[in-house]
């Protein structure tokens, strides 16, 4: 009986892999670096389009073939666009994020995906470049209701299913984001094959917190599709990668 996902089972590590993620954040060996500038978010939330069980996580996917919704600053040299979000989570509250801090896990870990339009024309171009892409990862503790969340968990049963799509058109993911403005940063890569290393990551250094039957909602979905033997969709994260020759750097001191 197939226990891991197949998507786990595929090379956990990538042969020649430099920059793989997730990694451990060791707070102490990030270096404050003062010429980090302040991320600037701006996200038009007529842009979101639906959401869709792929079969590893859900994604909450935007329009991306304009500016509307867009990062800049921080780490990154040039805008980036919107495409999706998603997230990672645990069987349990005891682990389910990707990234870790000081070797602690969080129950869960939002990805918002952006892509660099300014140097290439398409997503899965972007993909394949050193700096096609940037993720802000955002923890989620256990604590008190989201309301914002809520709006996307009371369409969740809707896509229980791998390849099932609902319509979501309005919603503004800047809600899920923390007020604190502190974050760590680092070159990686996407968690799931393809692997790319093209992942500029932006981490915020506090969490959001969200209740337990919001993080049972997230574990009522399912890996499987309708008619298939149902398999939860839980522990969706890829272990944790060598830190290698790279630095992690924090806009904080
Ligand atoms: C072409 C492509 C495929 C996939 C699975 N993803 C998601 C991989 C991922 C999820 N969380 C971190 N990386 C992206 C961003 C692009
Ligand atoms: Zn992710």
Redesign the pocket.
Known sequence: MQKVHPLWQSPLTIPGGTRQ?PINIQWRDSVYDPFLKPLKISYDPTTCLHIWNNG??FLVEFDDSTDRSIIVGGPLENQYRL?QF?F?WGAINDWGS?HTVDSKFYPAEL?L?HWNAVEYPS??EA?MEGNG?A?IGVFLKLGARHEGLQTLVDALPAVKHKDTVIEFDVFDPSCLLPSCPDYWTYAGS?????LTES?TWIIKKKPIEVDEDQLEAFRMLLFTSDGEEEKRMVDNFRPLQPLMDRTVRSSFQ
Do not use: A, C, I, R
């Open positions: 993620s590893y996580s495409k998603h990672h990707e990805h995906v997503f899965e993909v892409l993720v996407l968690t799931t094959p393809p992942v």
